[in-house]
């Protein structure tokens, strides 16, 4: 074997270290480099563990396939009242269970023009005294309601919702509608127009579209977003494509419930690009929900952040969290905004790349990195890193620029604590001050350590 060796043309892997792989192309010698990396310290046992576990390929292989093979569709629009169960009194919010005394500031202005929306206090300062004295309030996380919120995510009784029905394994999910940009609840603002816009989103928005759907029927969803990424949308911060496709699915039905209305409805959601974004959260959280409960499944179902913590729950470990600090957002912020303006990471619109949206799909968009930030080719490695730490590709969601391939979809925390690589989320960034709203956009990390937690949770049951 050594002579061979030799005498023969060399075969070189090279791994770790790039300085051996710059030596070997000075020399013009052909290499096959593998990016590889140590598991991140103190996870070899739990990985072992979980890695050895007889169920995990066949739980994973169920909970993924649920997944990706669910079929979201949008039946209707409710008010949370009656959609939820909501009473007088009671929020959800984004992210994992957080009180008001760890409350962020956008997290604490959107509850604060809750409570002015719902009329339980007159004035904002009124608001917060209640809502510190925690009388008659109850605050719970969104995602033990089957739901989700972008950015502050704050439900209340008379929000209206989106009703998204799995017509495959039969979940329902819902979503707040959105309201546009700027000085908005979900970015923490609590103005007169905050409300007002509430008001008539109440009064008008919610029961037109409601009558609409009457009309047209269920929309499939998974075929609106399969579309949006063949126009140039991630599905997270570019829904520009996804919204001009909902809107031509609705706008006669739209005209035909209420014609006297039809034209400020519709100018309403053609005006706001990121429509279709609670549209896609909620369809990514029946798709996610569909995976849940699966024993020895080590597939993540729900990552989310209250702009406190960021936290995930995990296919076989229940309804359990696993969180650490959210990070701030590295990207572009708006007029004169910066870094010491932005609030951590927060909302629940990471359920998008929990399904192989978002910062797993920014190969879709090129456009979103004059949105986020960095070149195009970031937007390409972003996405295609996301391979090695998911369990399969999407067989409907597909990327034009990777040969059409399938996004890459189901995080597996054994493998992000194998390889050391964190999912790519892209997000919006709120301003930390109560009532700033929205000052930028940008990309984030989750902390390693709720995978590596979950990964000793799974070890240990």
Known sequence: MTLSMLHGEPRVITVGAEVLAEALDRQAVP???????????????SLARVLADPRRERANATAVERMLSARPMLTGVRPAREALG?????????????????ASGPMRGALIGAMLFEGLAATPEEAAERLASGAGITLDSCHHHRTVG?????????????????????????????????????????????????????????????AALVRCGPLDLRTLVAQALQMGDELHNRNRAATSLLLREIAPA???????RAAEVLRFVNGNDHFFLNAGMAAAKAAADAARGVPGSSLVVA???????????????????????????????????????????????????????????????????????????DAVAATTSMYEITL?????????????????????VALVART??????????????????????????????????????????
Request: hydrophobic residues 45%.
């Open 303 to 377: 990552m989310a952040r209250n702009g406190t913590d960021f936290g995930i729950q995990v296919s076989g470990l229940g309804d359990r969290w696993f969180t650490g600090p959210a990070g701030v957002p590295d990207g572009l912020y708006l007029g004169g905004y910066g870094p010491d303006d932005a609030n951590p990471d927060i909302g629940d619109s990471t359920i998008t790349e929990t399904v192989g949206l978002g910062g797993f799909a920014m190969a879709a968009a090129p456009a979103i990195v004059r949105f986020v930030g960095g070149e195009v080719a």
């Open 254 to 260: 739209v005209v035909e419930a209420a014609p006297g």
């Open 31 to 45: 290499q096959r480099r593998v990016d590889w990396r140590p598991p991140a310290p103190g996870v070899a046992a």
């Open 150 to 210: 972008p950015m502050a995510g704050v439900v209340s009784p008379s929000m209206w919702m989106l009703e998204v029905a799995d017509a495959e394994h039969g979940g329902t999910a819902y979503c707040s509608l959105n309201e546009g940009l700027g000085k908005v609840l979900r970015y923490g603002a609590y103005g007169p127009e905050v409300v007002g816009r509430l008001r008539w989103m109440g009064e008008v928005l919610g029961p037109v579209l409601a």
């Open 392 to 412: 399969a590709e999407h067989p409907a969601y597909q990327i034009p620029g990777l040969g059409f391939r399938g996004t890459p979809a189901g995080i597996d």
């Open 86 to 102: 909501l009473e007088a009194g009671t929020f959800f919010h984004a992210g994992p269970p957080i009180t008001w005394e760890r």
């Open 420 to 461: 050391g690589v964190l999912p790519a989320v892209n997000t919006g960034i709120a301003g930390r001050v109560a009532g700033t709203g929205q000052v930028g956009a940008g990309l984030v990390s989750p902390p390693a350590g709720v995978f590596t937690a979950a990964l000793d949770a799974l070890a240990a049951a």
